[in-house]
């Protein structure tokens, strides 16, 4: 039987190296850079703010789910468009 530990420097170690390797589990570079793009612009107040008069919690749950939606729609699309430069 063997026991693996598990540490918070392990996972972040296996992360940035399947970033740098490809790993067909991990997402790559360019994918990485696609997620943090998407996240800013369709943060609250950055291109549009919705619901316009909804109170901070509200506007972050719908800004949240809009971006769970959109990412999970143009993910495929995108990371076969990166994947091919």
Known sequence: MVLFIFSKSNIFH???IGLYYNHPSMFNFSSLIYLVFLFYV??????LRIPPNGSKHVVAFVHAVVFAV????TSGYVGAMLGSL
Do not use: E
């Not at 369709?42 to 291109?47: E, K």
């Open 14 to 16: 296996s992360f940035f």
């Open 42 to 47: 369709l943060s609250p107040n950055v291109l």
């Open 70 to 73: 959109v990412y999970y729609y």
